[in-house]
């Protein structure tokens, strides 16, 4: 199989199957990606690959393709429902690649624009969230090269075609649930992003349906959305020369790591800052999945920076003694949730924040915690279905806020 490379829409490469080598144990092709003459030291598919004249030899998909593959239930869903001849991931990639996170897409042939669309104000005031999404979904939106688990779909925001004319590109991330395994996760994030953004962290907007069912998410790589051109966008984990199946093997110092290497001067120190601020806010709401996929880069000719804080969950409020995705350091390794005296050696060491900045930090997130729970409780009255869930949230916070210690009585 060969399939062809875009970056912002211009093909800049080729992606293909070779035969194994001659005498190799891997009975297996190998998988070639090669930058055409044309493309320019701009025209990257990867922080790791930059443009040479030369092959990128691989014995799978490389990672920065693999980020972008479904996982799981979603995987074995489009390929069925796409009928696709090969479900391996060169196969699945044909099928989801061209409507994707980034500035990347993939294709066989010419690149073509097959984007679902819906109606922002329709999703808000939805009172039938499974047909809704299911609608969308039956117009192709199965065929999203968007990575994880759980019920997801790219599509356009309906207003950019009345403006722009033409779908450019896909405006937002949609979201359900599977009520069997995780319910009410939708509401969930939602309280979680909300919870985030008041503690000071960068997330992309969000909007939950009216019956809850549904999250939107506002795609945060858009450069220019009368044209459809992206920034770069690239997970910790392809950024580390991981594959998916590895995104619980690391730890939080590799993420520190990987921003020392790739961001200068002082954006290089809000990163960092920004990091640790995440951690302790994963913390305190009992988020055990914050793990390799769910931290990126994004990058253009001129900048690379932490991509805003997205899938954020109170996994706790499900599994009672979850741990954290990732260890903290490599010394001592191991996955527990980690102290504030263990935080704050953490930061010293590593993020450029004293003891005082880190106990602002903090209160900054116990006051954003509060005050969310006050919504959460207000929610709950209003929609009584998630009750159960709601009131586990509400306790995981509560015990995390009375974890902490501070050096002195709370100004809170």
């Given at each position: ?74 995987r074995q869903q489009i390929a069925l429902v796409a009928k696709a001849k090969r479900i391996d ?11 994707t996170i980034g500035r990347v897409q993939v294709c066989q042939g010419e690149l073509i624009d ?119 966008f690239e997970e910790m984990v392809s950024l580390l020369g991981r594959k998916s199946a590895q ?166």
């Amino acid at each position: 199989m060969e399939l062809n490379v875009f970056v912002n829409k211009v093909k800049v490469g080729c992606l293909k199957e070779i035969a194994p080598e001659d005498n190799s144990s891997n009975p297996n092709p190998r998988i070639q990606f090669s930058y055409l003459d044309s493309a320019t030291a701009f025209d990257i598919i990867s922080l790791c690959m930059p443009v040479a004249r030369k092959n990128y030899i691989y014995h799978e998909i490389p990672p920065v393709f693999d980020m972008i593959l479904p996982e799981g239930v979603r995987r074995q869903q489009i390929a069925l429902v796409a009928k696709a001849k090969r479900i391996d991931d060169m196969g699945l990639l044909a099928i989801v690649g061209y409507n994707t996170i980034g500035r990347v897409q993939v294709c066989q042939g010419e690149l073509i624009d097959e984007i679902p669309v819906f109606n922002l104000r329709d999703l808000m005031h939805c009172t039938d969230g499974e047909a809704f999404f299911n609608e969308i979904l039956q117009r192709s939106g199965f065929k999203s090269g968007v990575a994880g688990v759980q019920p997801k779909f790219l599509a356009a925001k309906a207003s950019d075609i009345i403006k722009f004319r033409t779908v450019n590109t896909s405006t937002h991330i949609i979201k359900s649930f599977n009520p069997q395994e995780y319910p009410w996760l939708t509401v969930n994030e939602f309280f979680c992003l909300k919870a985030a953004q008041k503690a000071g962290i960068e997330v992309p907007k969000f909007f939950l349906s009216q019956d809850g069912l549904l999250l939107a998410i506002q795609r945060f790589d858009i450069k220019d959305e009368s044209v459809g051109t992206h920034y770069g966008f690239e997970e910790m984990v392809s950024l580390l020369g991981r594959k998916s199946a590895q995104k619980y093997d690391g730890c939080i110092e590799e993420l520190v790591n990987c921003i020392d290497d790739y961001i200068a001067g002082a954006d290089s120190i809000d990163a960092l800052q920004s990091i640790f601020r995440q951690t302790v806010f994963n913390v305190l709401v009992g988020n055990g999945d914050a793990h390799l996929k769910n931290f990126g880069l994004l990058y253009d000719e001129s900048l690379i920076r932490l991509a805003p804080a997205y899938d954020i969950v109170c996994t706790k409020a499900y599994i009672e003694n979850d741990i954290p995705a990732l260890a903290l350091e490599y010394e001592n390794y191991s996955k527990r949730w980690w102290s504030k005296g263990e935080l704050i050696k953490f930061s010293q060491r590593h993020c450029f924040l004293d003891e005082d900045q880190v106990d602002l930090i903090y209160k900054e997130t116990i006051i954003a915690l509060e005050a969310v729970m006050a919504d959460i409780s207000d929610y709950i009255l209003e929609n009584p279905a998630f009750s159960v869930l709601g009131n586990k949230m509400i306790a995981v916070w509560r015990a995390s806020i009375k974890s902490v210690e501070f050096k002195s009585e709370s100004a809170l």
